[in-house]
C-alpha cells in the first residue's frame, strides 16, 4: 500500500549476482555510513520475508522484518536472533522485539546502495531542482551574513530589493544541494563553501537582481562567465552531475536524445562493479519504475515511454546545468517534447 505522505516511492536495487532484490524501506544513520533495509510482511507470509531479509544482509549493516506482533511467534523470533535480524512488531504501536548488533555487509553491494541513496537525496523532494534559474540559489551565498544562524524573518530580509518568488522558503534546499548553505529546522547559515562562493562573487542584493534579470534572457555563462564558473564548480561536486558529463562524453561531442542518454548513463552504472542504480533515480519517476525493470533490475527500453521520464531532469536541472556552461544551450524538455526530441549536449570549449 502506497502512502502519500512517504513519496516519493524510491525503489532501491540490491544487486546480489545471480538476481536483483528491493527493499520495501531504505535508510541510513547520521553517520553516513550505517545502512539499513526494512521487509515488511502481512500474516502467513514470514517465512518468505525472513528469506528476503535474510539477503539483505549483503548490501546493508542492518537488516528488519516488520510484521504484524500478532502473527510473529516464538519460532520466527529465535530465527532471527540466531541470524542476526531485527524484528519489527507493528500493532496500535511500533516495537522492536530484537536488536543485534550492526554487521559489516559486502563492500560492493555496500556502495551500491550508497550511490543510489546519494543520488536519491540530491532528486528528493522536487527532484533536482525546484525552479530553473540558479540565480534563486546563489543569491543565498550573497545576502547571508558570516557566523550567523538566520531567522525566517532574518532571511526573508536578507534578499528585499532581489526578485525571489513568493513561496520562496522551499528554495533554500536547494543551496544545501550545492552546499553553499546548511539548514538547522527553520533556521540557515552559510558554509564554508557559502563564504568562499560570497568571496569570490563580490557583489550585492541590490547588484544580483541585474544579474538574475540577465539570467532570464539568456544563460549566465553568456553574459557572467565568473558566475557560471562558480556554478559549474558546485555542480560537479555532484555524483549525478559527474554522470551525465560522462554519459555525455561517451558520445565525443555529438548531440544526443534524452533517452540516448539515459542508455547511455544506465550503461555506464552497470559497468561499475555493481555501482548501480544512479541512472534509474536521475531519469525516471521512482513509482514506475517496476512497470519499466525486468527481474534482474535491467531497464527494458522497449517498455519506455515519455511518462517514465523525470520532467524536472529536462527542465529544471538541464536549464542549472546550461546556465554552468556544462551543457549547450539546446532548449529545455518539459511539456510537449518527447524524450526522443529533448536534445543534449556537451558545452564546447572556447
Known amino acids: 500500500m502506497e502512502i502519500p505522505e512517504l513519496k516519493p516511492f524510491q525503489r532501491f536495487s540490491l544487486d546480489l549476482g545471480d538476481r536483483i532484490v528491493h527493499p520495501d524501506l531504505v535508510g541510513q544513520f547520521a553517520d553516513g555510513e550505517t545502512l539499513l533495509a526494512v521487509e515488511g510482511k502481512g500474516a502467513g507470509r514470514l517465512t518468505k ?39 519489527i512488531a507493528v500493532s496500535d504501536d511500533v516495537r522492536v522485539l530484537h536488536y543485534p548488533m550492526p554487521r559489516q555487509p559486502w563492500k560492493a553491494q555496500w556502495q551500491s546502495i550508497r550511490s543510489q541513496l546519494d543520488v536519491a537525496g540530491e532528486v528528493a523532494g522536487h527532484n533536482t531542482f525546484l525552479y530553473n534559474l540558479p540565480t534563486h540559489y546563489l543569491v ?16 526573508k530580509d536578507s534578499i528585499a530589493g532581489y526578485s525571489m518568488p513568493k513561496n520562496w522558503q522551499p528554495a533554500l534546499r ?16 552559510l ?21 538574475h534579470a540577465a539570467a532570464k534572457r539568456a544563460p549566465l555563462d ?40 539515459a542508455q547511455t548513463c544506465s550503461a555506464l552504472d552497470y559497468g561499475r562493479a555493481m555501482v548501480l542504480g544512479r541512472a534509474m533515480v ?18 527494458e527500453w522497449e517498455r ?8 524536472t531532469t529536462s527542465y529544471q536541472y538541464k536549464s542549472v546545468l546550461k546556465h554552468a556552461g556544462i551543457i549547450e544551450d539546446t532548449g529545455l524538455g518539459g511539456s510537449g517534447v518527447t524524450p526522443e526530441d529533448d536534445v543534449w549536449a556537451l558545452r564546447k570549449a572556447n
Open 49 to 87: 520475508g525472513l528469506a528476503q531479509a535474510l539477503q539483505y544482509k549483503e548490501g546493508f549493516h542492518l537488516s528488519f522484518l516488520a510484521a504484524s506482533t500478532a502473527a510473529i511467534g516464538l519460532s520466527v523470533e529465535r530465527f532471527a536472533r540466531r541470524e542476526g535480524l531485527r524484528l
Open 140 to 155: 543565498w551565498a550573497i545576502a547571508l551574513r558570516r557566523g550567523h544562524w538566520h531567522t525566517p524573518s532574518e532571511l
Open 174 to 189: 536547494d543551496p544545501q544541494k550545492l552546499g553553499i548553505a546548511r539548514m538547522n529546522g527553520k533556521e540557515a547559515r
Open 191 to 211: 558554509t564554508t563553501t557559502g563564504e568562499a562562493v560570497q568571496d569570490i562573487l563580490g557583489t550585492t542584493v541590490e547588484e544580483w537582481a541585474d544579474v
Open 222 to 261: 553568456n553574459h557572467t562567465p565568473q558566475v557560471a564558473a562558480v556554478l559549474r564548480l558546485l555542480l560537479m561536486r555532484s555524483p549525478m552531475t559527474r554522470l551525465v558529463v560522462a554519459g555525455l562524453r561517451k558520445h565525443h561531442g555529438r548531440r544526443v536524445s534524452l533517452s540516448q542518454l
Open 282 to 299: 536521475l531519469f525516471f519517476i521512482p513509482e514506475r519504475l517496476e512497470a519499466i525493470t525486468n527481474s534482474r533490475g535491467r531497464i
Open 304 to 311: 519506455l515511454r515519455a511518462a517514465h521520464y523525470r520532467p
